[in-house]
C-alpha cells in the first residue's frame, strides 16, 4: 500500500472526471476512495493494535489535533502526505479501547528536529537526520518516531495511567472497557 501515489492516482482521474462533466461518475469515485481509504486504515489500525497488545506495550501516536490551525507549522506537511490521520487515530483508539491497549497522545514539537540519542537540537537535511552533537545519523522520520516513543515513556513513567489526563507533554488516554452486563439488559 503506497497511499500516496493512490492518492495522487484518485486526484488525477478525479480532475480528468471533473473537467468531462461527469459528476455523477465523480461521486461515485469519491465513494469509492472514501471506502479504500477506510478499509486500508482498518488494516493498518488493526496491526498496530495488534502487536501492541501482543508486546504488551502502549501505542504512542503524536497529538495532531492542532495541526489545520491557519498558523500551524506543520500544516502544509500533513495535507500534502494524504492520509487520514484522524480516521487512522480514531480507529486505532477504539481498537485499543476493546483489547486494554492504552494510547498516548505525544506532542509533536520538534520530534523531527531532537536527536533520538543525546537529545540535541539539528534541523535535518531532507530526509536524513545527522546530529550536530553526537553524529547519529537515522533518517529523518525513524528519529521521529524514536522521539514520539520515548515521549510517550516519558508520559507513563510519570505514572498518569490512573485518569486519562492532559499535560504538556502529552495526553494519555485510558480505554473503556464496558461490561457484558450493561448490555445484557439492553
Known amino acids: 500500500m503506497n497511499p500516496a501515489a493512490t492518492k495522487d492516482n484518485w486526484r488525477r482521474r478525479r480532475a ?3 473537467s468531462q462533466g461527469k459528476t455523477r461518475t ?8 472514501s471506502r479504500r481509504t477506510k478499509h486500508e486504515n482498518h488494516i493498518v489500525s488493526k496491526q498496530i493494535v495488534s502487536y501492541a ?3 504488551r506495550r502502549a501505542i504512542a501516536v503524536e497529538n495532531l489535533e492542532n495541526v489545520r490551525k491557519p498558523k500551524s507549522k506543520i500544516r502544509g506537511y500533513v495535507e500534502r502526505s494524504q492520509w487520514a490521520f484522524y480516521q487512522l487515530l480514531q480507529y ?15 506532542n509533536p514539537a520538534y ?17 536524513i537526520f545527522v546530529c550536530a552533537s553526537c553524529r547519529h545519523k537515522d533518517h529523518r522520520d525513524s528519529n ?9 515513556n516519558r508520559i507513563l ?12 507533554s502529552g495526553v494519555l488516554v485510558t480505554p473503556f472497557l464496558a461490561t457484558t452486563e450493561a448490555y445484557a439488559y439492553a
Open 16 to 18: 480528468s472526471l471533473k
Open 26 to 33: 465523480l461521486r461515485q469515485l469519491s465513494r469509492k476512495q
Open 53 to 55: 497488545k501482543l508486546h
Open 92 to 106: 486505532i483508539t477504539y481498537k485499543a479501547a476493546l483489547l486494554g491497549v492504552p494510547v498516548i497522545k505525544v
Open 111 to 127: 520530534t523531527s528536529q531532537d536527536c533520538s540519542r543525546c537529545g540535541q537540537r539539528t534541523k535535518p537535511n531532507g530526509k
Open 144 to 152: 521521529s518516531a524514536f522521539n514520539i516513543g520515548m515521549g510517550g
Open 157 to 168: 513513567d510519570v505514572g498518569l495511567l490512573a485518569d486519562s489526563v492532559s499535560r504538556r
